[in-house]
């Protein structure tokens, strides 16, 4: 068996072309996307100006189960990610199935937010057009994004590395305007410890703001479905992804004091471009309006190209494998899935035409992927009875046990409408009908 696993690990059709800093900038850029730009202000309608403790909470959670991860994508480096861990640990088709579908749904909802975003508030503050067609301008990202994705995984991953570093001025820009403003005697340093409630009140406050924040959070999740396309990954996904995860929240806890300290909380609590709401009020003079929409937008879009790679990398891994059927696993002369993407892109453009309030996409991948986290938690567990002849990490088991059950805590309906689990139960639902088909047409595991 350990034999046969090695083997696995070393052989793919796929290329190896993504180094260690490839990988960290990869990571990084996914987290530094829509989540920090778009959902700043929705975060403070449940926090209150203490935005930072929102994000402070969701990252424990990304932090622990990105433990589970490590551990499982240095022991089994294979595109698919968590559906191939839950496969190896229950091998149950149906579970395995249905926990691919839920993450192929959650980088399509992902991208899907992220596509109207960009036709929001950062759109307007780029063209001085109000009230912009958010799903028109969201589709025509999309395309161009699946267009790039089509190209090839290296151009994806230097595209990537090149708007993450458009991110990362982009928010050190908004953090640099905060301190000018605070220099300035200006501002409002208390509203940032301003809780919401009190007591309890202000725990579930701070809780809600945590699983909207946790959207910020996600993209480390995505970079394990790259690993057979990633260079020696059991020595390079450790660093990079401790790497990515911290570099985020410390960029994030700037940006949410700047935010609560700059603007108040009611401005930032009804824009969809809480950031642009920052630069505007801590720096009115300078004309810089246009040029951070402009950053914000490629940041948005940046969240939107490494959700569909990832999409369509975990149809491509899971149908090499069997569970799906075998046209996804196709490949184009650059090596790209081009059925996958076809499919994820198409998806995404379902969503972003027919689903009311597209903000709920935010939170409905949030809660479709704290369900896959818990299974993973609870799958790392339950694999440490299978042994491997090659080197990886193993994470402490705490941590793996306090990562499934803060991920069950986060499944819980605290501050989240029941339209965001109707949505999450109708994209399950088309996934149960999808093993139904594929299964009535004698698709079965590979061995």
């Known amino acids: 068996m350990a034999v046969r696993d090695v083997q696995e690990t070393e052989n793919t059709d796929l290329r190896r072309v993504i180094s260690r800093p490839m990988l960290t900038f990869f990571i990084l850029g996914d987290i530094l996307g829509a989540g920090i730009y778009s959902l700043t202000g929705e975060v403070g309608a449940d926090t209150g100006g203490a935005i930072w403790a929102g994000f402070l909470v969701a990252f424990v959670l990304a932090f622990l189960t990105a433990f589970a991860y490590l551990e499982l994508v240095t022991k089994y480096p294979q595109a698919a990610g968590a559906a191939l861990y839950v496969d190896r640990a229950f091998g149950l088709h149906f579970l395995s199935f249905l926990v691919t579908f839920a993450v192929m749904a959650s980088g399509v909802t992902s991208a899907s937010f992220a596509a109207s975003r960009v036709g929001g508030r950062y759109f307007e503050g780029l063209t001085g057009v109000s009230d912009p067609p958010m799903a028109l301008i969201g589709a025509i990202a999309i395309l161009l994004v699946a267009a790039v994705n089509l190209w090839g995984v290296a151009e994806c991953v230097r595209v990537n590395i090149a708007i993450t570093c458009v991110e990362v001025a982009g928010l050190l820009f908004v953090i640099g305007v905060g301190a000018w403003v605070l220099m300035s005697g200006d501002g409002n340093p208390g509203q940032a410890f301003e809780f919401a409630g009190s007591g309890f009140g202000m725990v579930t406050g701070v809780l809600a703001g945590a699983a909207t924040a946790f959207y910020a959070f996600l993209g480390f ?67 810089t309006g246009e040029i951070f929409s402009a950053v914000s937008i490629i940041s948005v879009s940046n969240t939107m190209l490494i959700n569909m790679l990832m999409a369509s990398r975990l149809l491509y891994g899971m149908s090499k494998r069997g569970v799906l059927p075998a046209p996804f696993s196709r490949l184009t002369r650059r090596r790209t899935p081009w059925v996958a993407i076809a499919v994820t892109t198409a998806l995404s453009l379902v969503l972003l035409f027919t689903v009311d309030d597209l903000s709920d996409l935010s939170d409905t991948t949030v809660l479709l992927l704290v369900g896959v986290f818990l299974l993973v938690n609870v799958a790392a567990l339950v694999l440490r009875r299978d042994r491997v002849e090659h080197e990886h990490f193993r994470a402490p088991a705490a941590a793996l046990v306090a990562g499934a059950v803060i991920s069950f805590v986060f499944l819980l309906p605290i501050g989240r409408e029941a339209g965001i689990y109707l949505l999450a139960l109708w994209l399950l639902l088309g996934g149960v009908a999808l093993w139904l088909i594929t299964k009535a047409l004698g698709f079965s595991r590979r061995t």
């Open 221 to 287: 999740e995505d970079a394990v479905n790259m690993a057979e396309e990633t260079k020696e990954p059991h020595r390079t996904f450790p660093p990079a992804l401790v790497t990515g995860v911290v570099g985020a929240v410390i960029i994030y806890l700037l940006v949410a004091f700047t935010a609560a300290m700059t603007v108040p909380l009611d401005v930032l609590t009804e824009s969809s471009g809480p950031l642009l709401e920052v630069v505007k009020a801590g720096a009115p003079n300078l004309d």
